[in-house]
């Protein structure tokens, strides 16, 4: 049997938990013509320069391994900005973080682990661009 100060106490508790949820952003929508693989991938190629795409990836990501072929995108225009121009240490420090992010989640089970992978990565290289792009100015 439930007491009336158990009743109040999960009211409030009730209260809260919905109001934090109400607080939240909503999600951005998805800018790809629609849910499509191919569709978010011509959406992430569109994107002009690498934090577009990044906006474009987290708008529309699947939560799933299907994220994989997204980061791929990111990651190849992100990298367009510094890869090239980089000296081998640089080089060789953005290998060894892509490789942290490949550690990281190895040992868990579930598609969701595969995509938490592809965005370290995609967030790695996004890190690498934007330092890049300051320096430049």
Known sequence: ????????????????????????????????????????????????????????????????????????????KCEADFLDKAKASKKQAYKRELGVCDRKYRNQSGTMYISFTAFCRAEVAQRYSRQALKAKR
């Open 1 to 76: 049997m439930i007491l009336k100060s158990q009743m109040a106490v999960l009211g409030l508790v009730l209260g809260l938990v919905l109001g934090l949820g109400c607080t939240q952003a909503a999600p951005a929508e998805c800018p790809a013509k629609s849910t499509s693989m191919d569709d978010i991938i011509a959406s992430l190629n569109e994107a002009k320069g690498c934090d577009a795409a990044m906006k474009v990836f987290e708008a529309c990501e699947y939560g799933a391994s299907g994220d994989v072929q997204f980061g791929e995108v990111v990651e190849k």
